[in-house]
Every structure is written in structure tokens, then in C-alpha cells.
Nanobody, 117 residues
Framework: QVQLVESGGGLVQPGGSLRLSCAAS????????MNWYRQTPGEQRELVAS???????DYADAVKGRFFISRDTAKLMTYLQMNSLKPEDTAIYYC???????????WGQGTQVTVSS
């Protein structure tokens, strides 16, 4: 069973930056997309950023121009560079991969990001 593991979360002051990483525990033969979601208590999980197999990237309006998704295909890793962080970015951040069949999904356990002075 493939597992995803996020790292890089923590406490940061408003205006600061963090870089999240996501690694797969074993080989996935093909990947359709790599994605980052976030969730706050009582709210639905929100899609933050995606990068597709062809390299296309997509971002939620709330993070455009501040967050940047990238990947290392050979290592099956994805990254989320978060700049100019705001208190409203505070959430648990999850990575999720969609396999090449566009149906199978893999989720990480999440990493906490707290933006506070």
C-alpha cells in the first residue's frame, strides 16, 4: 500500500515562508496529478494547488502568486513553497496523488501549518 508522507510544516510569523514536501513510500507506476489540500476544523478540505502529468499547474485563488507547487518526478515527490503567509493559511496541509488511471488516490496524513505572531 502506497503511503504519502508530508513534512515541512510548523509555526511561522505572518509574512514568512515555509516549504512543504511530500514523498511516496513506494513506486507508483504512473501519476496523473500531484495535489495539495488544506483543512481547518469544521471546514471541508480545500484544494490548494495541483500539478498535472504534463506540467500544468493550477492554484486556488486564495493562494495565487504566493504559493508555488513543484515536483521531482524521479523521486515521486512534490513540494509546496508558501510565501507571504497569512493567518488564514493556518490549516493542516495534505498531499494527494492521483494515479495514472485518474481514479486511484493516495493521501498523506497531513502536516500542521500555523501562521501566527
Amino acid at each position: 500500500q502506497v503511503q504519502l508522507v508530508e513534512s515541512g510544516g510548523g509555526l511561522v510569523q505572518p509574512g514568512g515562508s515555509l516549504r512543504l514536501s511530500c514523498a511516496a513510500s513506494s513506486i507508483i507506476s504512473s501519476i496523473y496529478s500531484m495535489n495539495w489540500y488544506r483543512q481547518t476544523p469544521g471546514e471541508q478540505r480545500e484544494l490548494v494547488a495541483s500539478i498535472f502529468s504534463g506540467g500544468t499547474k493550477d492554484y486556488a485563488d486564495a493562494v495565487k502568486g504566493r504559493f508555488f507547487i513543484s515536483r521531482d518526478t524521479a523521486k515521486l515527490m512534490t513540494y509546496l513553497q508558501m510565501n507571504s503567509l497569512k493567518p488564514e493559511d493556518t490549516a493542516i496541509y495534505y498531499c494527494m496523488y492521483v494515479a495514472g488511471d485518474a481514479r486511484t488516490t493516495y493521501w498523506g496524513q497531513g502536516t500542521q501549518v500555523t501562521v501566527s505572531s
